[in-house]
């Protein structure tokens, strides 16, 4: 069974810093990207950042110089590090990776950013 772990959520400050650790586990094979997505109440589903296997990162525009995803595929393991964070970042954050057996989502951990 693969599991996708994901911790650090938590409620902070506008303005404050939260970072996000997923830890992969179970038989997956050759992954080829990992990466955050999140899901606000009333909103889709969207891709926060992701990275592939040959070192390719993406960010959504409304994270740039904010946010920072790095990771190691070979110990299944990605990071995101929150920086200046809003109020409209609070979401349920969910780790995702793609294998070559499979899809694969977290459950999702929760920010939130009040006052």
């Known amino acids: 069974q693969v599991q996708l772990v994901e911790s650090g959520g938590g409620l902070v400050q506008p303005g404050g810093s939260l970072r996000l650790s997923c830890a992969a586990s179970g038989s997956m094979f050759s992954i080829d990207v990992m990466g955050w997505y999140r899901q606000a109440p009333g909103k889709q589903r969207e891709l926060v950042a992701n990275?592939?296997?040959?070192?390719?990162?993406n960010y959504a525009d409304f994270v740039k110089g904010r946010f920072t995803i790095s990771g190691d595929m070979a110990k299944n393991t990605v990071y995101l590090q929150m920086n200046s964070l809003k109020p409209e970042d609070t979401a349920v954050y969910l780790c995702?990776?793609?294998?070559?057996?499979?899809?694969?989502w977290g459950k999702g951990t929760l920010v939130t950013v009040s006052s």
């Open positions: 995702h990776v793609g294998a070559a057996s499979g899809l694969y």
């Open positions: 990275i592939t296997s040959r070192g390719r990162i």
